[in-house]
């Protein structure tokens, strides 16, 4: 039998439930500050150390990057840290833009960074320039980061990558390039949609096209892909690679 005094007893209950779980966060917040003061040292040095204590604050809901002037950024330091970071990712990303259309690898971005910044930086890896890059929207869409399987890359520049870009970058990968002809046999789209894609990608500055000395076949490159850290180097030292990409970019497909 239904009991009117049940309906009663859980609608009180509810807000000391919630009072029991903000005084449990609040004394969570409490502990994560002199967890903070006392490895102070640690958080600024240690790039992984610092990202397990973000993870942290995400979980209560805490973010040090909100104000460099709070309690966080006087006591480590982070809002700074990161400003500082997003300025020379802003920086650097300007520079490599000619030769990569605004899509950088991520492991070529921590590199330069950690050269920019010189041997007395800060440690720092690839959680903190994704922390950095967040606090870039204020300049616009242009900076994020992208994923390409399980590679990231990071984007300056204010283009909206379609789910047609990325899969033909995610085709790209392992050549570092592509065909109109591979792109229609892999991902079986029909010419007019393939030539419309590469157009876009070479508008953009995101690929360049060169023309195969053998078989005369349009080779389409992805600078960022052909240069990264984790390709270029094998890719420019291959004897037997068919081609390289032009310095020439063109405007349109072929």
């Given at each position: 039998m239904y009991c009117p005094s049940y309906k009663w007893h859980t609608s009180d209950l509810v807000p000391f439930v919630l009072l029991q779980i903000e005084n449990q966060l609040e004394v969570f917040k409490k502990n994560l500050e002199a967890f903070a003061v006392k490895y102070k040292d640690q958080l600024k040095k240690d790039p992984e150390f610092r990202q397990y204590f973000n993870e942290l604050c995400a979980k209560i809901g805490v973010d040090p990057l909100v104000s460099s002037k709070g309690?966080?950024?006087q006591l480590l330091g982070v809002g700074d840290f990161y400003y500082e970071l997003g300025v020379q990712i802003v920086e650097i990303c300007i520079q490599t833009r000619p030769m990569n259309g605004g899509l950088m690898d991520m492991d070529d971005a921590l590199v330069a960074l950690?050269?920019?910044r010189g041997a007395n930086g800060k440690a720092l890896n690839k959680d903190d320039i994704d922390r950095a890059v967040s606090q870039l929207h204020v300049l616009g869409s242009g900076f994020q980061i992208i994923k390409l399987g399980k590679r990231k890359l990071?984007?300056?520049?204010p283009y909206q990558l379609?789910?047609?870009?990325?899969?033909?970058l995610e085709l790209a990968q392992?050549?570092?390039?592509?065909?109109l002809e591979g792109i229609m046999a892999e991902l079986h789209w029909?010419?007019?949609r393939a030539k419309l894609i590469l157009s876009e990608l070479l508008e953009e500055g995101m690929a360049w096209v060169d023309i195969d000395p053998t078989s005369r076949q349009h080779l389409y490159w992805f600078p960022t892909l052909y240069f990264g850290s984790s390709s270029g180097s094998s890719?420019?030292?291959s004897s037997s690679s068919s081609s390289s990409p032009s310095t020439v970019k063109q405007s349109s497909s072929s």
């Open positions: 309690f966080w950024g950690k050269k920019k990071l984007q300056s520049v379609s789910n047609d870009h990325t899969a033909i392992g050549a570092n390039y592509v065909t029909n010419e007019a890719v420019a030292s």
